[in-house]
């Protein structure tokens, strides 16, 4: 792709947070360029409107969507920098109350006790956001010892111990943790891609959004295009994701692939189809509109599939 093209001349009228990922996704541009526009986030743009929100303690206001731990995921997602002065002291905040400084890691009490997407959402923050932070291996290998015999995680364990049947939600809540956690040695690349290996092998048995049995959808809402995700799944996340493993050739992809596909405007772009109920802290793009970061996110897909595949 080229900057001439029309569907990346609008995604490069749009926010900076959108303007960087195309310029590496998309345009192959060097670094520095995408990293200098990757700084402009905190000046302009829905990433410096968000910060803008934090209160004087560091923390953002109360609410589904609004808290700290979501709106730092989102901080994330959008490519807040890692050294961004700011989001340190509430992500120190979550990990004293998680793991008190100087305490060791009780792996058995943080599974038992707290919701395994959160330790997964803490894992990547804390590896994201505080650098080599001593408590951050035993985290790691606490959600991952968390893993399920099928492969992925489910975060009902904790209340329904018996079971047994990964969830979608969890397994990528976790991955996207792990991922980070990896990428940034908390956890060894070999440890994470054992793991991210028997996730993605559950994830193809179900092509992303069947049932493994019948082949029947699971859930009509997997497949909705919506931005940000919070915590659900749904099939343009777990595409984006694949798009960084070497199972993004897999043949099990080519039905959510074509979803994809058939979901694109004839103008080349993406809607917005439904926002997941709640209240947000920044109004990014309004449902029933066109998106472009789901439009962002569509293309760097289709674009690594052709890739792996030629």
Excluded at 110 to 119: E, G, S, W
Excluded at 166 to 172: G, I, L, P
Excluded at 239 to 258: K, N, V
Excluded at 285 to 310: F, I, M, Q, Y
Aim: with cysteine; aromatic share 10%.
């Amino acid at each position: 792709m080229n900057r001439d093209d029309p569907v990346v001349e609008w995604l490069l009228d749009g926010d900076p947070a959108v303007r960087w990922q195309v310029m590496r996704d998309l345009l192959d541009e060097p670094p520095d360029a995408w990293e200098a526009e990757r700084r402009r986030m905190v000046e302009t743009g829905s990433a410096s409107e968000l910060l803008a929100r934090q209160g004087p303690d560091g923390e953002w206001p109360k609410g589904r969507w609004t808290a700290s731990t979501w709106t730092l995921l989102l901080l994330v997602a959008l490519g807040l920098p890692e050294d961004h002065a700011s989001v340190r002291a509430p992500v120190e905040r979550i990990f004293a109350r998680l793991m008190p400084p100087g305490e060791e890691v009780d792996a058995a009490f943080l599974v038992r006790r707290l919701d395994l997407c959160h330790l997964g959402f803490w894992l990547g923050l804390g590896a994201y956001f505080l650098g080599p932070d001593p408590r951050l291996p035993a985290l790691g290998e606490t959600v991952i010892s968390a893993q399920f015999e099928d492969g992925g995680w489910n975060c009902q364990f904790r209340n329904y111990p018996d079971r047994r049947h990964s969830s979608f939600n969890t397994t990528f809540n976790v991955l996207e943790g792990l991922r980070i956690a990896a990428d940034r040695g908390v956890v060894t690349k070999s440890t994470f891609r054992a793991a991210e290996e028997r996730a993605l092998e559950f994830m193809l048995a179900h092509r992303l959004y069947r049932s493994d049995k019948t082949g029947d959808v699971i859930a009509e809402r997997f497949t909705h295009l919506t931005y940000p995700w919070h915590w659900h799944y749904k099939v343009l996340r777990g595409l984006d994701y694949f798009r960084l493993t070497p199972e993004l050739g897999d043949p099990r992809l080519d039905d959510a692939i074509q979803l994809l596909r058939d979901r694109r405007k004839p103008n080349g772009r993406w809607p917005l189809q439904k926002r997941i109920p709640g209240t947000l802290l920044v109004e990014m793009e309004k449902p029933g509109g066109e998106s472009r970061w789901n439009t962002l996110r569509a293309l760097r897909v289709l674009r690594a599939r052709c890739v792996r595949a030629a």
